[in-house]
């Protein structure tokens, strides 16, 4: 008797891609996933497609446009699970830091004809548009943790992803604590784990890349960067890249300032 495997999809919105290649570079465990799951959707992998719906949809990309929410709602609707994959679909991504300035203005700046474009004023997180059964967060998101949440759909159980902070990986690593040793700014009390701790490791600060760890101190650590020196713009901007659309972020974030037309 056959049986049909489930299907998989994935999607993308406003991002670069670099999430979907995080699959693609599972190489060798790709091929295991493949013999459990049918790749139904993938465009940055093959141009074949089959039609919907699908089990499971990964989602890479952030919505700036109104036909991105027209198309993530349908994307909603053919999927029974759908998960959210990196900084651009959980938090709004680096494009985000359009929703802190006028965008008419950057349009004006920018394109030499922008009434020819259609787009939002904000970047924002799949789940502020659509139902979502499980954020994986990261810039680009960790491919260990991508075929976590793969293997607990195919097993029906909740992915096993750690909700930790960063410290708790250099803990592990045994790395000397960089903000500490040399007072060197790092996010890592404040965000989520995942990336094995890859900049302290390496004697520099965490950027924020996997975003804020549930229920984050950010008061204290903003009172600890200060402490340390570190002027309160600079402290606004360390918060204001990749994740700087989340909520624990944006609260602190400053404005970023409208760029202005260069003069020849």
């Known amino acids: 008797m056959t049986t049909t495997k489930p299907s998989l999809a994935v999607w993308k919105f406003a991002s670069c891609d670099g999430c979907q290649l995080t699959l693609l570079d599972c190489e060798d465990e790709l091929l295991a996933v493949t013999e459990?799951?049918?790749?139904a959707y993938f465009l940055e992998a093959s141009?074949?497609?089959?039609?919907?719906?699908?089990?499971?949809?990964?989602?890479?990309?952030?919505?700036?446009?109104?036909?991105?929410?027209?198309?993530?709602?349908?994307?909603?609707?053919?999927s029974r699970f759908l998960v959210t994959i990196g900084a651009?679909?959980?938090?709004?991504?680096?494009?985000?830091?359009?929703?802190?300035?006028?965008?008419?203005?950057?349009?004006?700046?920018?394109?030499?004809?922008?009434?020819?474009l259609s787009t939002l004023g904000t970047s924002t997180a799949i789940s502020d548009h659509v139902d979502v059964d499980f954020e994986?967060?990261?810039?680009p998101i960790d491919r260990g943790q991508l075929l976590e949440v793969i293997g607990a759909y195919l097993a029906g159980r909740a992915p096993e992803i750690p909700s930790h902070s960063v410290c708790v990986e250099c803990k592990q690593k045994s790395n000397v604590c960089v903000m500490v040793a040399h007072g060197t700014p790092c996010l890592g009390p404040i965000t989520h784990a995942g990336c094995g701790a890859l900049c302290p490791t390496f004697n520099r600060g965490c950027y924020g890349c996997?975003?804020?760890v549930e229920s984050p101190n950010t008061d204290a650590m903003i009172g600890a960067l200060a402490a340390s020196g570190m002027p309160a713009d600079e402290i606004a901007r360390l918060l204001h890249t990749f994740n700087a659309w989340s909520e624990p972020f944006r609260n602190v974030a400053v404005p970023v300032a409208t760029p202005t037309r260069r003069q020849p």
């Open 36 to 39: 459990r799951l049918e790749i």
């Open 47 to 78: 141009s074949a497609t089959v039609s919907g719906p699908y089990d499971l949809s990964l989602v890479e990309g952030s919505i700036t446009t109104p036909e991105d929410v027209e198309r993530i709602q349908e994307v909603r609707r053919q």
């Open 210 to 212: 996997f975003g804020p």
């Open 88 to 116: 651009c679909a959980t938090a709004g991504g680096i494009q985000a830091l359009r929703n802190f300035t006028d965008v008419s203005e950057l349009m004006r700046i920018v394109y030499a004809t922008p009434s020819f």
């Open 136 to 139: 994986l967060r990261g810039c």
